[in-house]
């Protein structure tokens, strides 16, 4: 099984119990690169499509944590342009 993010065990350090990332089991078809190109540095998200149909748009600096999801590309996609990102051209498609 492929996974879009590698599973980093997390330390809390007021609680020394290992914390998993739960991103790390998402299988997905291709993700997208956007950016806030107004902030410096810009800031990063990634629009992903999962094999299960659904859409996700998650925050690679928090984890990946999933930040917006939705059934279909376009109101994610406006979901990200409602807060002015861009789009980075390409698109990243699940190894096979």
């Known amino acids: ?8 065990a997390q330390q809390n350090p007021e609680n020394p119990t290992i914390l998993l990332s739960q991103t790390s ?9 956007w950016v806030d190109p107004w902030l ?8 992903i ?3 299960s149909g659904k ?3 998650q925050n690679p600096a928090q984890n ?8 279909t590309y376009e109101e994610s996609q406006m979901w990200l342009l409602e807060d002015e990102y861009e789009r980075v051209n390409g698109r990243f498609c699940q190894p096979e």
Do not use: G, V
């Open 1 to 8: 099984m492929s996974s879009l993010a590698p599973n980093h």
């Open 55 to 57: 859409f996700s748009i």
């Open 49 to 51: 499509k999962e094999q």
């Open 25 to 33: 089991d998402i299988e997905w078809e291709f993700a997208e690169i």
């Open 40 to 47: 410096s540095p810009p800031y990063i998200l990634m629009l």
């Open 64 to 71: 990946y944590k999933t930040i917006f999801t939705s059934e």
